[in-house]
T-cell receptor, first 112, second 114 residues
Framework: SQQGEEDPQALSIQEGENATMNCSYKTSINNLQWYRQNSGRGLVHLILIRSNEREKHSGRLRVTLDTSKKSSSLLITASRAADTASYFCATDADGTASKLTFGTGTRLQVTL | EAQVTQNPRYLITVTGKKLTVTCSQNMNHEYMSWYRQDPGLGLRQIYYSMNVEVTDKGDVPEGYKVSRKEKRNFPLILESPSPNQTSLYFC?????????????FGPGTRLTVL
């Protein structure tokens, strides 16, 4: 079943701007992860936030989690052309990561 | 170099012709998983394995088989492929002992079933 829905489906910004992507999910989770996928390639893990955390930072990435609204956001600050990729959220319901459920993704285009 | 490898990377086949997509990891990970990616649907889990000889169904297991006879390998078998199995397939692995560790993904196998 599809757990996560990313919003927007596609986002186009200029280099230097910030990009915000949102993820909504349906059931209770233990943690939520964000992945990046360059065109047609494998996914690369970006950041994990646990259900008892509200915000987490990693370099230019900032992730928030609102379990009451069942939503998360990924902010990329000072975007670069190299950030052009699809971004997916993935939820882990039982904390074992045996069954990650991925969203449909946000396609980010960063232009010069 | 720590990595997950998949073979073949590209495959065009015909309906009903059995095929196997191999997946191998060199990180001694207990957990391995297969996903398929289709436009507008994101990644959906097919099967996963928590260790040798331990496998379980994901969200879309119909039409697929897996085996885990060795820790490093987790092949995906399509006994009788059909056109609706045309997709981009990813294998992933991670250590089982750390529940919050990231999954490491292979480069993908693009399968077309005619």
């Amino acid at each position: 079943s599809q757990q996560g829905e990313e919003d927007p489906q596609a986002l186009s910004i200029q280099e230097g701007e910030n990009a915000t992507m949102n993820c909504s999910y349906k059931t209770s989770i233990n943690n939520l992860q964000w992945y990046r996928q360059n065109s047609g390639r494998g996914l690369v893990h970006l950041i994990l936030i646990r259900s008892n955390e509200r915000e987490k930072h990693s370099g230019r990435l900032r992730v928030t989690l609102d379990t009451s609204k069942k939503s998360s956001s990924l902010l990329i600050t000072a975007s670069r052309a190299a950030d052009t990729a699809s971004y997916f959220c993935a939820t882990d319901a039982d904390g074992t990561a045996s069954k990650l459920t991925f969203g449909t993704g946000t396609r980010l285009q960063v232009t010069l | 170099e720590a990595q997950v490898t998949q073979n073949p990377r590209y495959l065009i086949t015909v309906t009903g012709k059995k095929l196997t997509v191999t997946c191998s990891q060199n990180m001694n990970h207990e957990y391995m998983s297969w996903y398929r990616q289709d436009p507008g649907l994101g990644l959906r889990q097919i099967y996963y394995s928590m260790n040798v000889e331990v496998t379980d169904k994901g969200d879309v297991p119909e039409g697929y088989k897996v085996s885990r006879k060795e820790k490093r390998n987790f092949p995906l078998i399509l006994e009788s492929p059909s056109p609706n199995q045309t997709s981009l397939y990813f294998c992933a692995s991670r250590p089982w002992t750390s529940f919050t560790d990231t999954q490491y993904f292979g480069p993908g196998t693009r399968l077309t079933v005619l």
